[in-house]
């Protein structure tokens, strides 16, 4: 019987990687996406190739009700949830405090705060009448040195830290384990509306002279999910390269 998984934001980056482990371990996977259709499809169709077991569901992570659809969709589709990676975000674009906006902000804490709140209390619900589950959020290094012009998304992912830690304890007695990866730099399509020199200087900053890769990370997230991890909860785990 497989276990079921849900992943937001899978259309490509680190969520596609980690739908695409997870279907190879036993899970059936909801690929959230949010625009790209097109890219959630094929990973969807990479899966089943594989005779794995995966649906593509949109929902904005930024509307409440879009995400109380998407868990119900799993419901009827695959059943209860067991295991919920909230790794859909944003970083806002680059932007100094001096120039932010309050669309800005809302925008960004929207998809990556409110997101994840709403998800877990979707998720919790679930895996509190299954006796047991597990929710990774996917935070980022940024929440612990500010960003650079990236305050905004930052602050954001220091309350995903947070409310990690404090939820984790509140589903303790539940079985249900909740903890944190937190990136570094990671090779993917978050760094497409950088410009290229800011590229050039983030790469020079890397002790293992490049960025990690999307697989790496998945099997971070694949092994908290695991057995050999059932001791650690509220935890935030930092994959960087030594950075
Ligand atoms: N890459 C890095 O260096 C790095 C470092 C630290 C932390 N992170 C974190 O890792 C996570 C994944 O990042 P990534 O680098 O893989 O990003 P990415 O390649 O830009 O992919 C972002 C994913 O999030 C989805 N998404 C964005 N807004 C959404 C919304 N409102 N509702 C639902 N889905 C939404 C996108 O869906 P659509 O394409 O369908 O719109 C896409 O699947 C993020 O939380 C990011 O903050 C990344």
Redesign the pocket.
Known sequence: MKKVAII????????AATALLLAKNNYAVCI?????QL??DQIVHAIQQNDGVAIAIQ????CEQDVVRLFESVDQHFGPVSALIN?????GGICGVEHITTDRLQHVFA??VF?TFIACREAVKRMKKISGGNIIN?S???ARFGGTNLAHYAASKAAINTLTIGFAREVATYNIRVNTVS????D????HSSPPERIENLLKTLPMGRMGK?QEVSELILWLLSDAASYISGAIIPITGAR
């Not at 990136?183 to 990671?186: D, F, L, N, R």
């Not at 993917?188 to 760094?191: A, D, F, I, P, R």
Request: aromatic share 2%; glycine share 16%.
């Open positions: 937001t934001g899978a259309s490509r980056g680190i969520g959230n996406y949010h625009q790209s890219k959630a929902a904005n992570l930024a790794n859909a975000g944003t970083n998809t990556n997101g996917v980022s290094e940024a990136p570094g730099v990671i993917t399509e978050l760094h999307t």
